[in-house]
């Protein structure tokens, strides 16, 4: 793959910015985005600092305004991004009672949203032009829904929708489609999202848990041979061949070793009169 010009959402910390800077160091162009600034300020000064090439706009893609706003710029200073990865993503996990109003549109917002908003905000150009590759980034927990993170598992279920119409829209024409998932990576994301690692499933312990590294890796190499499905490591595809093969018996392992509710827990929430 040539140089390119290369969108990452999400791409101040974990996944994001590990690809950021693999695929810098293959000479493409970056356009970072996320919310946080700082974060963006200092994996920008990394990929410059090692020669590569990078500019970040930061911004909320959750928020339609701020897309057409960012999306606006970034065509009339870079033009049109050739490959579109939407990894920006929020995971509080929670039963769906002790999960707040605010954090169920959070995460919807991030990832679905923000990745529709980016999509749509590029896609006329990519038309035009016909060319382009779009990845969304999911999570295995769409495959094989577990307990303790309703809204969680719906906004991947979403992106998965998403993927799906995107693929039978752009059939015929040169833009690619990709789906990335992966199982627990080692990462900012559990920091960020505090009691959520607890809830993991136990039948987790048959992936072995991988770095951002090594999850980056994956999709760099995915978009450079235009993989249409990009996960690691291998024995997810092999699990996910037996929950195609023997769905009951798949289900009936993550009833038994998901999270179960906790007596002594209340809702985090105030529910209105």
Known sequence: ????????????????????????????????????????????????????????????????????????TIKQTHGTPDVIINNAGSGLWRFIEETSYEDILANIKAPYLAAAYMTKAFMPEMLERNSGHIVNMTSI???????????????????????????????????????????????????????????????QKLIPIINTQKAASAIVQGVAKGRRDITAPIMIRILLFLNWLTPP????????????RQTSNKPSQNHPD
């Open 1 to 72: 793959m040539k140089s390119k010009l290369i969108l990452i959402t999400g791409a101040s910390s974990g996944i994001g910015a590990e690809m950021a800077k693999q695929f810098a160091q293959q000479g493409h162009t970056l356009l970072l985005l996320a919310r946080n600034q700082q974060a963006l300020e200092k994996v920008s000064s990394e990929i410059k600092l090692s020669g590569g090439q990078a500019h970040y706009y930061p911004a909320d893609v959750g928020e339609y305004e701020q897309v057409k706003t960012i999306s606006d």
């Open 141 to 203: 927990a769409a495959k094989m829904p577990f307990s303790g993170a309703t809204t969680y598992v719906a906004s991947r279920k979403a992106m998965i929708g998403l993927h799906e119409a995107l693929t039978m829209d752009l059939h015929g024409t040169g833009i690619k489609t990709s789906l990335s998932y992966f199982a627990k990576v080692e990462s900012s994301f559990w920091k960020n999202n505090p009691g959520s690692e607890e809830r993991l499933p136990l039948a």
């Open 249 to 260: 018996i798949t289900k009936l392992i993550m009833h038994a070793t998901g999270y179960k």
